[in-house]
């Protein structure tokens, strides 16, 4: 089971990414899959998760209004669309997954995770 993070960079304040998940998972829509961000010197925090077969979706409230999780499970990818990028963003951002339908919000609740990708954004 491997989870496959890219799309990082560095963009400008105001600016946009994309960053996907690959997943090779076995009943991929069973599982819930999420986004977490660690910046330097801080814990790493939840920032999105959406469950497929729940078919519900989640924002941390530092998200809400500037990005949206979205995905494909055909080709067994979620994305993490992020605008209105602010320099409080920059972070290694990581996709987890977790089987079953209910959204967590803990790290310890993820048993697969990604290798992350570095988003910087600078002011």
């Known amino acids: 089971v491997q989870l496959q993070a890219s799309g990082g960079g560095l963009v400008q304040a105001g600016g946009s990414l994309r960053l996907s998940c690959a997943a090779s998972?076995?009943?991929?829509?069973?599982?819930?899959m999420a986004w977490f961000r660690q910046a330097p010197g801080k814990e790493r925090e939840f920032v999105s998760a959406?469950?497929?077969?729940?078919?519900?979706?989640r924002l941390a409230d530092s998200a809400k209004g500037r990005f949206t999780i979205f995905g494909d499970n055909t080709k067994n990818t979620v994305y993490l669309q992020m605008n209105s990028l602010k320099p409080e963003d920059t972070a290694v951002y990581y996709c987890?997954?977790?089987?079953?339908?209910?959204?967590?919000?803990?790290?310890?609740?993820?048993?697969?995770w990604g290798q992350g990708t570095q988003v910087t954004v600078s002011s």
């Open positions: 998972l076995r009943s991929f829509g069973r599982y819930t």
């Open positions: 959406i469950s497929w077969s729940g078919g519900a979706s």
């Open positions: 987890a997954a977790k089987e079953g339908m209910l959204i967590k919000w803990t790290v310890k609740d993820y048993t697969v």
